[in-house]
């Protein structure tokens, strides 16, 4: 008789699974150190994504740049949490299984924010980063992206569950890290504009559209999945 996996296995059975179901053009963004920033040159505001010691397709990358649309973002099942309170930033309630990016850096774990490192500070000003249309995997999902204050407070950046939180500013040659949450599993799109002006050439704006994939729990599918198949195989026996 087969020995049935080892419950220690279904996370990382999930994530695989979930990972086969993605395009296969798009490179998958799954741990260390990234940020979706913005330079220009030649005229050419370029909001792109940039990997320094980012894990990508499962190697660790030097000093990279990407386009945003070749590039999904994995959220892997070590990001859900059950929330033990209310969280308004993510319109989520208490006992509700969340996903998280943190802003912390966890080796499991993308390490995201937001850059305009390349951008000289004596040629611009403030950089607007514009939260647009978020497509989530029901059409009822919420987004938030946000950073933890001294004391725990929330400071909320971007939510589609607070329609008055749609944008951050950054200076120029800076970059900052946020918490990046999501209240469904499956494949999110999330539109994005960064815009500023130049000191000779005016205002410049680039929108992209970033795409994160969000593993669902083992218990919401997996699980099931399992089960199903061992079904499958008792009535062929």
């Known amino acids: 008789m087969t020995t049935p ?18 395009p296969s053009s798009a490179a998958l963004y799954t741990s260390g150190h990234g940020d979706f920033g913005v330079a220009y040159e030649a005229g050419d505001f370029h909001f792109h994504f940039h990997a320094d010691g980012a ?15 070749d590039v999904t973002v994995i959220a892997s099942t070590s990001s859900s949490l059950v929330l033990p ?13 969340i996903w998280v990016l943190p802003e912390v850096q966890d080796p499991d774990l993308p390490f995201l924010g937001l850059a305009t490192e390349e951008l000289e500070l004596s040629e611009w000003g403030n950089i607007t980063f514009t939260l647009g249309n978020v497509t989530s995997p029901s059409g009822n999902g919420e987004f938030a992206l946000w950073q933890s204050g001294s004391f725990g407070e929330v ?9 008055g939180s749609d944008s951050l500013i950054l200076p120029p040659g800076s970059h900052a890290h946020y918490n990046w ?3 469904e599993a499956g494949t999110w799109q999330i539109e994005m ?9 005016g205002f410049q704006s ?13 218990a919401s599918a997996l699980l099931g999945s399992l089960g199903m198949l061992g079904l499958l195989l008792r009535r062929r026996r």
Request: hydrophobic share 40%; with cysteine.
């Open 193 to 201: 504009t960064v815009s500023g002006t130049h000191v000779t050439d």
């Open 85 to 97: 309170i209310d969280f308004p930033a993510l319109g989520a309630g208490t006992g509700q299984t």
């Open 206 to 218: 680039s929108t992209e559209t970033l795409t994160f994939h969000v593993v669902p729990e083992p």
């Open 181 to 183: 949450g999501f209240t």
């Open 155 to 163: 400071l909320l950046r971007m939510s589609t569950a607070d329609p």
């Open 55 to 69: 894990t990508v397709d499962g190697s660790v990358t030097g000093d990279v740049e990407y386009d945003i649309p």
């Open 5 to 22: 996996p080892s419950l220690r296995t279904l996370p990382a059975l999930c994530s695989a699974m979930a990972l086969l179901c993605l």
